[in-house]
């Protein structure tokens, strides 16, 4: 079972986590040359270029339109999954990320502008769908158990986790391939940008070798047949009956549930505090400043000091730290919790961006100073990884009973994407205005969620919703 089941999982994290943290990074190191290529064409059309303010408003309009093409895709994804099965969703949003590849790949043979915009909004619509755990296997608080014989000892991976540790890998392979030796050079950021369809035609080409989700056979479509031939590939065993029996009173509960929406939860006073919790931890998990960090790396390296070519390689080294730190936070946090850990990752976040502000402030009395920024940014990167990144999508799940679940995860996706565009579309204006001091606002969101957390929102782990219900009661 942990075998199939996590090979599944990780496929699906491949094509559409991996991708993720690939479009987070990708707009990072071609910064340069892609608004080197709108001034160009921009002065082709209509005989000027375009001043420093119009420049920066495109180029942050490039990286945040990412993150609406996401917000529509996380509104979409339950039709397309209800619709279509897991496979079936993952599958035809590969087949967008085909088409964004190709417009960005061939954007600057054809001097437009508009086709960079348009993947990178299409591509955010594929992340929106299949990133944050829609269309793949579920990480309500799943967990994968691998049990020796007769000792019942084994380790504890928590499938969820898995797709956090993806999103680092997707930004670490887009920070190594951004490096000069690679695809960093000016004449190949459209092929830089137009990689996504490496890992999409993957994902598609070996879909097909792995069964559709049981329950969705059997709770969603009534395949008894569908889903008892799904369980003996994963379980590798053909007595699945009773697998079978559970699905089916599953199926013959969730029946009787009436799903609430959107609305309903918001007024609903019995969980105003659960929902309360979800907006609070997902829209400071990206209000902490880490999208700033991914999409403008180079450029706040930049202005700490750092040498220009040295720049690449010190984003590489970062990006390496990024997924030591997701695979710890991956298995420490069914040992740990997930209270503890969120805490001390936006503290640490906290800390590390008024470090940010303090070592800018001093690096020209002090030129060592410019690696304590360096030193900051990874401290806000790991930070991140060990807890904020994976932890509120497990919390949302166990806070919320499964009339009120979907609902809840409408809330706080919708939240993710707006705050992420929010955050990567004015983050180079308040940089341009605050100077060092932007980086207090992050230190001042990440404290107060770190607050929040520590005075209002229990520990979630080995805890039932009625238990979990009872303690905000």
């Known amino acids: 079972l942990t075998f199939h089941l996590l090979s599944v999982t990780l496929l699906a994290s491949f094509g559409s986590s991996m991708l993720y943290g690939y479009n987070l990074a990708v707009v990072n190191s071609p910064a340069e040359h892609i608004k080197a290529f709108y001034n160009a064409t921009w002065s082709q059309r209509y005989g000027h270029g375009l001043a ?37 969703a993952l599958s035809r949003s590969a087949l967008l990320v085909l088409l964004a590849g190709g417009f960005m790949g061939f954007s600057r043979e054809l001097g437009s502008p508009e086709l960079v915009i348009v993947g990178r909004a299409i591509t955010g619509l594929h992340s929106g769908g299949c990133c944050l755990g829609a269309a793949q296997p579920p990480p309500h608080g799943s967990v994968l158990y691998s049990h020796s014989q007769g000792d019942g000892e084994g380790f504890i991976f928590p499938t969820g986790s898995v797709e956090g540790i993806f999103i680092c890998l997707g930004v670490f392979s887009a920070q190594v391939l951004g490096l000069p030796e ?21 994902q598609l080409l070996l879909l097909h070798c792995f ?32 697998v079978i029996e559970e699905m ?20 609903d006073r019995s969980v105003r505090w659960q929902t309360l919790s979800v907006v609070v931890v997902n829209a400071g998990m990206q209000l902490s400043g880490i999208d700033a960090i991914w999409f403008y790396t180079n450029t706040i390296f930049e202005n700490a000091g750092i040498p220009v070519p040295q720049i690449p390689y010190t ?74 990144a994976g932890v509120p999508f497990l919390m949302t799940a166990e806070l919320f009973m499964q009339s009120h ?12 994407w707006l705050c992420n565009f929010t ?51």
């Open 52 to 88: 420093p303010g119009p420049l920066t408003l495109l180029y942050a309009l490039t990286v945040s339109i990412f993150a609406l093409g996401g917000l529509l895709g996380s509104l979409l994804v339950g039709v397309l999954v209800e619709q279509y099965g897991r496979n079936g």
């Open 182 to 202: 690679l695809l960093g050079k000016d004449r190949f950021w459209p092929l830089f940008l137009s990689m996504v369809v490496v890992p999409a035609s993957l």
């Open 315 to 388: 984003t590489m080294g970062t990006g390496a730290i990024e997924v030591v730190a997701g695979l710890i936070g991956c298995f420490t946090i069914e040992r740990v919790g997930r209270r503890p850990l969120i805490i001390t990752g936006f503290c640490a976040m906290g800390v590390c961006s008024a470090g940010i502000t303090v070592s800018l402030l001093l690096q020209a009395a002090l030129p060592w100073m410019r690696y304590v920024s360096v030193a900051c940014v990874v401290g806000i990167i790991a930070g991140f990884c060990m807890g904020p």
């Open 248 to 267: 089916k009173e599953e199926q013959r509960s969730l029946s009787s549930v009436e799903m609430v929406s959107v609305w309903q939860l918001l007024r």
């Open 423 to 473: 955050i990567g579309f004015i983050f180079p204006f308040l940089q341009m205005s605050a100077g060092a001091f932007c980086y207090l606002v992050f230190c001042g969101v990440c404290v107060l969620v770190a607050l929040y957390v520590y005075l209002i929102i229990p520990e979630t782990k080995n805890k039932t919703f009625m238990e979990i219900s009872h303690i905000f009661a």
């Open 211 to 242: 069964p559709e989700s049981p329950r969705y056979l059997l709770i969603e479509r009534n395949d008894v047949c569908g889903a008892t031939k799904a369980l003996h590939r994963f379980l590798g065993t053909p007595d699945v009956q009773d």
């Open 405 to 416: 679940r979907p609902a809840a995860y409408i809330v706080g996706g919708s939240l993710n």
